[in-house]
């Protein structure tokens, strides 16, 4: 008889955004009137730019025609994407990337739920709490997180890493052995960065311990803050310890789209085998490439003009956060992130759980936000806000809160 993955079995409940869309859909169908403002999940709102609309027409046409058709594409990435992230991504930051480095894919979340494929499952895993709670999950569907805890709201076999207000959202290393650690900066759900000493003190720590720094980089446009490290390769040492994960989600408008990329540096080995062989050998055997149209659609935001158009939209996100963040704390809320970042992360008030608060904030200012309790137990007595919304909404949600 077949047997399924058992680990499967452990994981409690249903991922985090799924919950919320299922509570938020159950309030809505109760609530027809209500008019809901999403602040929830960080899904974006504007549209794609049209040099991007443009260049995936373009591509769309290219694909009409007998001479510019293209099937299977190359599993890594086009060139004329990868050159143009090495050269704009990297280069024009003074770090050499080379093109075979970096790895085009449907999307971030997908490789960082991915990249554990070519890891031992009796590596120790360390994550931020609160989380993205794609790390943890995937770690556990594959059998590195032990068994789940649900009285501490903890997997057994990870290491857990308070990022809270206290230590000024950079993790401490831990006092066990973590082989596998995963950092994000600018950081989800929390909206704060690492700064180039602390992201130098992991790098040291890594090499130091043969670990392995999963980088998620998704927000690295949000940066407004001269010094603010943009790329984790940006630190010296870190090719022989770290993997990059960027995305054009959030950079772009690509949630639907779909499109990101993987940096796997060459000098990165472990037990005598390159990460970036295996990574390649990975995605040559499970993956057929990011789809042409979209990755034209993407080479087009390092175009003068992309390049322009896609910064106006990030502006928009931005003026959403800073109105999020300066309404809250005008209304007496004590609030983190924003300023680098897209996402806002505030203090509930005093003796309300994040889950409370986040029924709260829905039923009395029908607006939707996440609990900070879903990204981990330090998340508890937090919830995030997201800036990706219209900004009509943006500043009648922050005015209805202020109402409360
Ligand atoms: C989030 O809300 O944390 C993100 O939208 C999740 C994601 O990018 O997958």
């Not at 980088?215 to 630190?235: C, K, L, N, Q, T």
Request: proline residues 5%.
């Amino acid at each position: 008889m077949a047997r399924v993955n058992e680990n499967y079995a452990k994981l409690p409940g249903s991922y985090l955004f799924a919950e919320i869309a299922r509570r938020t859909s159950a309030y809505a169908e109760a609530h027809p009137e209500a008019k809901l403002i999403k602040m929830g999940i960080g899904d974006v709102t504007r549209p794609l730019v049209p040099a991007v609309v443009e260049a995936m027409h373009a591509a769309v046409d290219d694909l009409a025609t007998s001479e510019r058709f293209h099937g299977y594409g190359p599993e890594q990435g086009y060139d004329f994407l990868r050159e143009a992230i090495a050269q704009h991504d990297f280069r024009a930051r003074g770090v050499e990337i080379a093109v075979d480095e970096i790895f085009v894919s449907d999307g971030a979340k997908s490789d960082c739920g991915n990249i554990g494929d070519i890891l031992a499952l009796d590596n120790v895993v360390a994550v931020c709490d609160p989380v993205y709670p794609v790390y943890v999950d995937s770690n556990a569907m594959s059998g590195r997180a032990g068994d789940y805890d649900a009285e501490n709201e903890r997997w057994t076999d990870i290491v857990y890493m308070p990022t809270t207000a206290e230590n000024g959202f950079c993790p401490e290393f831990p006092a066990e052995k973590a082989d596998v650690i995963y950092l994000c900066s600018p950081n989800n759900p929390t909206g704060t960065v690492l700064n180039r000493e602390q992201l130098s003190a992991w790098v040291d720590y890594a090499n130091e311990n043969g670990s392995i720094i999963m980088f998620d980089a998704a927000y690295e446009r949000f940066i407004v803050e001269e010094g603010v490290p943009h790329s984790i390769f940006e630190i010296p040492g870190a090719r022989t310890c770290a993997i990059e994960f960027r995305s054009f989600s959030k950079t772009a408008g690509f949630t639907g789209a779909r499109c990101g990329y993987t940096v796997v540096p060459k000098e990165l080995e472990r037990d005598g085998q390159s990460l970036n062989a295996m990574w390649n050998r990975r995605q040559t055997t499970k993956f057929n490439g990011a789809s042409y149209v979209i990755q034209r659609g993407a080479a087009a935001i390092y175009t003068p003009e992309g390049a322009r158009q896609i910064e106006e939209t990030l502006e928009y996100y931005r003026n959403n956060a800073r109105v999020i963040k300066e309404g809250l704390e005008a209304a007496g809320f004590e609030v983190y992130g924003a300023v680098n970042s897209p996402y806002v992360w505030c203090k509930t008030p005093e003796g309300v759980g994040s889950w409370e608060f986040f029924t709260k904030l829905l039923e009395e200012a029908n607006v939707i936000t996440t609990p900070g309790a879903g990204f981990g137990p330090h998340g508890e007595g937090y919830v995030r806000l997201t800036a990706f919304g219209d900004a009509d909404a943006t500043v009648e949600a922050v005015e209805r809160i202020r109402a409360m």
